[in-house]
């Protein structure tokens, strides 16, 4: 009996980054009757590469639900609905600086929340997270002599579609969070010296207020958390707490030292710029900011002190016990 074929109803390459978004990004020196381009540049920024958006950070069937021998591009479809929305309101609204209204401030949410989840470093967070779960199992079955759990069964096949069903559940979730949150965007004052970059993890979630320590990480019910997405080499979008609004020029310093330096670090594998230099500060650890070192100084007296009064306690603590 013949197997039945997939019906294919839609694209098999996927873009987990879109393409409208990377368009922006072209290098504006782009020879005449040449097909535009950005420039790709490994994480350590080596190798870089000129690409066309069409070209770079694909999957295949990324976001494809199989059922049955068929295929259903439901989600790709409806992540092509909000691009395209999102890609008027920047070309018309947001490029020339423009108030947004509530609807089209709704379909920016629902994009950068889509951006949030739909990255292959979101998928293979998921995935490693389930497979942990999975090897545990396995090894706690063993332990009872169970060879074929149904419950890793479970967890296996979960795994397949984990990326998708999150993106299912999580975009009109987070869309609502990022709803409630002031909107601002950052503007360059001149974006031919000093513009905006973006990766293949765009966008960025960032609590100045933990970067003192190693094990929380930054979420949306943190007061002073931001999160940041670069538009275009001149305009970067920022979803805050504070009451802060609008359209704001920055410095060239803040884009490069602050903005850029961690979207590069937070990128995946790659970053995009639309030129060949990069910057050195990019590659910083930390910002060249004498208030920041000031801080680290403070921050790392305060842990001094703290270990230091606890050596001391225990110690008086053990002498006096001995006596």
Same mark, same amino acid.
């Given at each position: ?77 409806? *992540?092509?609905? /909000?691009? @395209?929305?999102? %890609?008027?309101? +920047? ?6 600086? &423009? ?74 979730? *987070?869309?609502? /969070?990022? @709803?409630?949150? %002031?909107?601002? +965007? ?6 031919? &010296? ?77 970053? /995009? ?51």
């Amino acid at each position: 009996m013949a197997k039945k074929k997939k019906k294919n109803q839609g694209p098999k390459n996927q873009h987990f980054v879109p393409r409208c978004y990377l368009s922006e990004f072209t290098d504006p020196n782009t020879p005449k009757g040449q097909e535009p381009y950005v420039w790709v540049f490994d994480k350590n920024g080596k190798n870089p590469k000129k690409r066309a958006p069409k070209n770079i950070f694909t999957e295949t069937h990324l976001y494809t639900f199989e059922f049955e021998g068929e295929l259903d591009f439901t989600i790709e479809k409806s *992540l092509s609905a /909000i691009e @395209s929305k999102s %890609s008027y309101i +920047f070309r018309n609204k947001i490029r020339h600086k &423009k108030s947004l209204t509530k609807v089209e401030q709704g379909y920016l949410c629902a994009f950068v929340a889509a951006q949030l989840q739909r990255t292959l470093s979101f998928k293979d967070n998921q995935e490693n997270f389930i497979q942990q779960l999975i090897d545990h199992g396995t090894q706690m079955s063993l332990v009872h002599g169970v060879t074929d759990s149904a419950q890793v069964r479970q967890w296996k096949e979960y795994k397949k579609d984990i990326h998708k069903l999150q993106l299912v559940d999580g975009v009109p979730f *987070l869309a609502n /969070i990022l @709803s409630q949150m %002031s909107l601002a +965007f950052l503007c360059s004052k001149n974006p031919d &010296k000093h513009w905006f970059i973006t990766s293949d993890d765009p966008c960025v979630l960032f609590n100045p207020d933990l970067q003192w320590q190693k094990f929380y990480g930054p979420g949306f019910g943190q007061k002073n958390v931001q999160l940041t997405l670069a538009l275009s080499p001149e305009i970067t979008v920022m979803f805050t707490w504070a009451n802060f609004h609008g359209y704001s020029y920055v410095c060239g310093r803040d884009v490069d030292e602050m903005l850029n330096r961690m979207t590069r670090s937070h990128s995946y594998k790659e970053f /995009i710029a639309p030129h060949r230099k990069t910057k050195w500060i990019w590659f910083s650890r930390v910002p060249m900011d004498p208030s920041f070192f000031l801080k680290i100084v403070r921050n790392q007296t305060h842990i001094g002190l703290h270990r230091l009064f606890r050596w001391w306690k225990y110690r008086h603590f053990y002498a006096r016990k001995r006596k």
